[in-house]
């Protein structure tokens, strides 16, 4: 029979416009939170992280941004390209022993 | 650096047999390691904490008799899951956090994709 599986949120922009991923993470004990980038079939990539005490992290075409006050986390990714096509995860380490807990997933899906 | 390998990419496996996945830190010291597991198009799952030299901690409702974790040295971890059935098959992950951050970052392997006929 025909198999129904979830559906990931996607975003889509044009090649060489600026994306915004968002992510509302749960738990206010979070002080570490990560963006991954995993391509289809592979495992995720360290994109950027940062620290509670911080609320903007910028990276070569990545920033990440944090609002604590809201439990937001969004990554821009400025003018981007072909290969930034991927399913993004935000991740946060709240949940004690080292763990990480991660959102949902974001695709990003860049048009020509 | 922090590079993760992950053996193997792929394994197909027939029902009621057992497969073993390898999860090696290459260039660095990791006590502590994970295991996911992902459905397609979903989040990655943890199924347990893997720590150097002592017993494994399973997330709830993960069977810890049928996935066996060993992570003998501070570089490899093992999976194997035991007597694997079809409903088994799916993307297995590993993950490992360098001993010497202080902070709980997680590098990651390039999966293992198992198909159980």
């Known amino acids: 029979g025909e198999s129904v599986g979830l559906h990931l949120p996607t975003l889509s922009v044009q090649e060489g416009d600026n994306s915004i991923i968002n992510c509302a993470y749960s738990?206010?004990?979070?002080?570490?939170f990560i963006w991954y980038k995993q391509e289809s079939g592979k495992g995720p990539q360290f994109i950027i992280d940062?620290?509670?005490?911080?609320d903007k992290r910028q990276g070569q075409r990545v920033t990440v941004l944090l609002n604590k006050t809201v439990k937001h986390l969004s990554l821009q990714i400025a003018a981007t390209q072909p290969g930034d096509s991927a399913v993004y995860f935000c991740?946060?380490?709240?949940?004690?022993?080292?763990?990480?807990?991660f959102g949902t997933g974001t695709q990003l899906k860049v048009e020509l | 650096g922090a590079v993760v390998s992950q053996h193997p990419s792929w394994v197909i496996c027939k029902s009621g047999t057992s497969v073993k996945i390898e999860c090696r830190s290459l260039?660095?010291?990791?006590?502590?390691m994970f295991w996911y597991r992902q459905f397609p198009k979903q989040s990655l799952m943890l199924m347990a904490t893997?720590?150097?030299?002592?017993?494994?901690?399973?997330e709830q409702g993960v069977e810890k008799d049928k996935f066996l974790i060993n992570h003998a040295s501070l570089t490899l971890s093992t999976l194997t899951v035991t007597s694997a059935h079809p409903e088994d098959s799916s993307f297995y992950i590993c993950?490992?956090?360098?001993?010497?951050?202080?902070?709980?970052?997680?590098?990651f392997g390039a999966g293992t994709r198992l198909s159980v006929l």
């Open positions: 993950s490992a956090r360098p001993t010497d951050r202080g902070y709980d970052i997680q590098y």
């Open positions: 991740a946060e380490n709240g949940g004690g022993g080292n763990k990480l807990t």
């Open positions: 738990n206010s004990a979070s002080d570490y």
């Open positions: 940062i620290r509670s005490n911080m």
């Open positions: 893997s720590n150097e030299g002592s017993k494994a901690t399973y």
């Open positions: 260039d660095f010291q990791a006590t502590t």
